[in-house]
């Protein structure tokens, strides 16, 4: 019940945080790769399904893909030859989202792996 209501008052005071530019948080490519990562690791890990080992490995796979990619992408602004300075800002707004994602998905799995912690 703890770890329910701390996980979801945290989503929801985020939620109330970038509301005014909700739009701008969302791109659906950068959260599948932030989670097929972190699933990923998940499955990589030992242990049952959800044990505190593959959680763990789950919330590091999230962020450390979140990292590679913003690496993509700025990779990909780079070497776009018709640069454009319109659209740069836009396209570093997104490769920035992998990161918020990675890290996001990484508090989500810590307040949950606290709540256990505590019972």
Not at 24 to 49: P, R
Not at 55 to 77: D, M, N, T, Y
Request: glycine share 10%.
């Amino acid at each position: 019940m703890k770890a329910d209501l701390g996980v979801l008052l945290f989503i929801l005071i985020t939620g109330l945080v970038i509301s005014s530019l909700m739009s701008s948080f969302v791109d659906i490519i950068s959260a599948l790769y932030v989670l097929g990562g972190a699933l990923s690791f998940a499955l990589c890990a030992s242990g049952v399904w959800n044990s505190r080992e593959r959680l763990e490995a789950a919330s590091e796979g999230a962020v450390i893909c979140g990292w590679l990619g913003a690496l993509i992408g700025a990779i990909a602004i780079v070497s776009k030859s018709d640069f454009q300075w319109e659209g740069l800002g836009p396209a570093i707004g997104i490769m920035l989202l992998t990161i918020m994602y990675g890290y996001f998905v990484k508090v989500v799995v810590r307040l949950v792996l606290l709540s256990r912690s505590s019972q």
